[in-house]
Every structure is written in C-alpha cells, then in structure tokens.
C-alpha cells in the first residue's frame, strides 16, 4: 500500500527533478515482407509498419496524460534490413528504396525514429550485408529518421575486418554526404561489437 511519504517523493521526482520516461519503442518483425521484388518488399514494409503502429504515438500520449509523466519519445525497431532485403535487392540503391519506405512509415505513425536498418556481419559479410552497408551515405543522407547500425564482431565468432575496413570508408562518405547538414549522418549510425539482441536504443536499435 501507498503511503503519504512515497506519494510526496513521487511528485517530487516529477515536479521538481523533471521524471520522464525517456522512449517506448515498438518492435517490429519484417520477415515475413521479404520476398524477390523489391518493390513490393517496400509496400509490404510500409503497409505492415502502418498497420501495426498506428496507434502508437496516441497510446504513448495517452499513457502520459493518465499518469502525468511525460513520454519524450515514442520509437520503432525492426528486423535488420539486410536479412529482409537480402533476397530482392541486387544492388544497393535496392536497399536505398527500402529506406525510403521505412521513412514514409515511420513520418506516417508520427514517431521520432525507427531503428533497424542493419546488417550483422560478425561472422562474416553477405553480398546484402555489403550492399546495405554501401548504401549507407545516400540512405542517411535522403532519409530523417531512419537509423542504423551494423554488428562488425562479437566475442565469439571475432571480428570482421573486411567489414571494419568497408566501414571506415563508409562513415567518412556519411559524414560527406550531410555535411551540409552537420554531418548528422554520422548520428544516426552506431558500429557494434556484441549487439545486443532486441535492443531498443537509437541509434542502434533493431528488433
């Protein structure tokens, strides 16, 4: 049961010291949208995201007006792209369309970003893995609030060199493509060892 001293501490933290919670974020499993087109992949993408998303944004400010707590942002994660788009995407400008469609859903629900535009290349590359990796400076740079990551290791299987040496390349490409913006390319980006599975934090976030 309540007492009067916890619920004084408990207004304290949200008057005072600013409580909030920080995000709640949505995971979304895209594998069943892979398939050998690539632009019906990206219509099965956007219509999955849409469809199961669309009462996030409201449930988040509805939890928030019930308990007075603010929830600053409200995210989506989903299946690592390269695995989604390994079996329709034969270069990558492909990979470029599938970001694309992941922007569209994710303005379309109103969140602030949707993670999982990754690869996990740890053990070794796959053609998609470097295909999505090679598309990351036109992907972040016409693309808002799409994020990505990629897993260059882990403890057990190592680390992949060819994959660190494409991606040294890549982030500075990043960086160039938005320069005019900042470079916030580069801030929607996060290279991992030991990913953690279902990680809901941004940049890094995938389902």
């Given at each position: 049961?309540?007492?009067?001293?916890?619920?004084?501490e408990?207004?304290?933290?949200?008057?005072?010291?600013?409580?909030d919670?920080?995000?709640?974020?949505?995971?979304?499993?895209?594998?069943?949208?892979?398939?050998?087109?690539?632009?019906?992949?990206?219509?099965?993408?956007?219509?999955?995201?849409?469809?199961l998303?669309?009462?996030?944004?409201?449930?988040?400010?509805?939890?928030?007006?019930?308990?007075?707590?603010?929830?600053?942002?409200?995210?989506?994660?989903?299946?690592?792209?390269?695995?989604?788009g390994?079996?329709?995407?034969?270069?990558?400008?492909?990979?470029?369309?599938?970001?694309?469609a992941?922007?569209?859903?994710?303005?379309?629900?109103?969140?602030?970003?949707?993670?999982?535009?990754?690869?996990?290349?740890?053990?070794?590359?796959t053609?998609?893995?470097?295909?999505?990796?090679?598309?990351?400076?036109?992907a972040?740079?016409?693309?808002e609030?799409?994020?990505?990551?990629?897993?260059v290791?882990?403890?057990?299987t190592?680390?992949?060199?060819?994959?660190v040496?494409?991606?040294?390349?890549?982030?500075?490409?990043?960086?160039?493509a938005?320069?005019?913006?900042?470079?916030?390319?580069?801030?929607?980006?996060?290279?991992?060892?030991?990913?953690?599975?279902?990680?809901p934090?941004?940049?890094?976030?995938?389902?």
């Amino acid at each position: 049961m309540l007492n009067l001293m916890e619920v004084s501490e408990t207004n304290s933290m949200i008057e005072q010291e600013q409580l909030d919670v920080r995000t709640i974020t949505m995971g979304i499993n895209l594998l069943d949208c892979a398939c050998e087109n690539v632009q019906d992949v990206c219509c099965k993408v956007e219509a999955k995201i849409t469809r199961l998303a669309k009462d996030l944004v409201k449930t988040g400010n509805d939890i928030s007006r019930d308990y007075g707590i603010p929830i600053v942002n409200k995210r989506i994660t989903v299946t690592p792209i390269s695995l989604v788009g390994a079996s329709s995407c034969k270069k990558s400008e492909d990979f470029v369309q599938i970001a694309h469609a992941l922007d569209r859903a994710a303005h379309t629900v109103g969140v602030d970003l949707i993670g999982g535009y990754s690869a996990l290349p740890a053990k070794s590359m796959t053609a998609a893995d470097r295909m999505l990796i090679e598309s990351l400076p036109q992907a972040l740079s016409e693309t808002e609030i799409v994020c990505s990551s990629v897993n260059v290791g882990s403890t057990r299987t190592g680390i992949d060199m060819d994959c660190v040496e494409l991606l040294g390349r890549t982030i500075k490409k990043i960086a160039e493509a938005t320069a005019g913006n900042d470079s916030y390319g580069c801030v929607k980006f996060v290279a991992f060892c030991n990913a953690p599975d279902d990680n809901p934090f941004m940049a890094g976030g995938f389902h």
